[in-house]
């Protein structure tokens, strides 16, 4: 998945900043860190307690195994399982990977639970208004446009198939398009911990994008603690600290990936409901859960929700949520009491 808003030179939605390690430097004494690039982002893995020598090995296997992800859920490489599945036009059971079946599994979940806020099938949508693998649009789609894509669209048009051991996706709209951005940094964050864990690795960060993975402890024997930056293309101001205490953690936010088309900023966010970017004064949603995947897609329909109905959602669900709202020439945040148990007072 390379996002469009790398290709037009922006920052990658990374809300989240890390904190907690007073070495950045890759040390034996201070801890490891390992970077680089997958799905248009940027990923991190930071290592405390484990022998740097070994490095280069490891940041093979961890190249590789994103590079796998990339290749399972891309909707830029033609080649990909999901790719592949999209554009098939049988309404027959479609064969995938158990990791694939999950994957959209959890999808549909959180996206029932949002009214269908969390939307993998808005691929069209995407697509129509420039966030997709097509080009940005010269002019803004007109309601004809948007009504074509939207017929394309809606999760009662997708199941997935768990049978003796085998795994398919069916779809009943042959033109259906399952775009899984919303949840691939999140999917691929959870799969680095579990590499991590495969080679005797117990204390670790890891982050793609914008979703982030902990365990233990920091090379300074504290906790980890992750940032989340204040809601700006311009500066990375800390917002508020958190201590995941081993939860995955994502977070959404409409300031980052955008375009100017006709005098007006186009968040990549899409309402499935008006086949259009989003307009309300939500910028930002996190949520931390027990895997990053799950909070990768919570904070997605959350966002598309907008603040009232999203904080509706997250005392209903029990969810940990925080989310920063534009208020005039400023802006107000709020918690869920259950993120309240996760936050860090410096």
């Not at 803004?140 to 003796?164: E, F, R, S, Y």
Request: aromatic letters at 6%; hydrophobic letters at 40%; proline letters at 4%.
């Amino acid at each position: 998945m390379e996002y469009p808003f790398i290709r037009r030179g922006l920052l990658a939605v990374a809300l989240l900043a890390l904190v907690g390690c007073d070495n950045q430097s890759a040390t034996a004494s201070k801890g490891v860190v390992l970077e680089g690039k997958t799905m248009g982002t940027f990923w991190r893995v930071s290592l405390a307690g484990v022998d740097d020598a070994d490095q280069n090995a490891l940041r093979s296997k961890i190249q590789a195994q994103l590079d796998g992800d990339d290749r399972l859920l891309s909707t830029y490489k033609s080649d990909s399982a999901l790719s592949r599945f999209n554009q098939s036009r049988s309404t027959e059971p479609y064969p995938v990977t158990e990791a694939m079946s999950d994957i959209v599994t959890l999808s549909l979940r959180i996206g029932a639970k949002t009214d269908g806020a969390m939307d993998i099938t808005v691929g069209p949508l995407v697509n129509l208004w420039g966030f997709g693998p097509d080009k940005q649009p010269v002019k803004t789609p007109d309601q004809a446009q948007i009504d074509a894509a939207k017929a394309l669209t809606g999760l009662h048009h997708l199941k997935v198939i768990n049978k003796a051991g085998q795994q398919w996706l069916q779809k009943d709209l042959p033109g259906l398009y399952v775009d899984l951005s919303t949840v691939g940094e999140g999917y691929a964050a959870d799969h680095l911990a579990r590499l991590m864990e495969h080679n005797g690795i117990s204390r670790y960060l890891v982050s793609v994008g914008g979703a982030v993975v902990t365990r233990g402890t920091n090379p300074d024997g504290k906790a980890w603690r992750v940032a989340i930056q204040k809601p700006t293309d311009r500066e990375n101001a800390v917002q508020a600290i958190v201590d995941l205490n081993g939860h995955g953690i994502s977070t959404s936010g409409s300031y980052r990936n955008y375009y100017e088309l006709e005098g007006k900023r186009l968040s990549h966010v899409i309402d499935p409901v008006t086949g259009a970017p989003i307009q309300h004064r939500l910028v930002s949603a996190t949520v931390i859960a027990t895997t990053a995947m799950e909070a990768d897609g919570w904070d997605t329909g959350l966002m598309v929700l907008g603040t009232e109905k999203a904080k509706r959602v997250a005392e209903k669900e029990g969810l940990a949520v925080y989310l920063i709202t534009k208020e005039g020439e400023g802006f107000t945040t709020w918690m869920s009491p259950q993120f309240k148990t996760f936050l860090q007072n410096e």
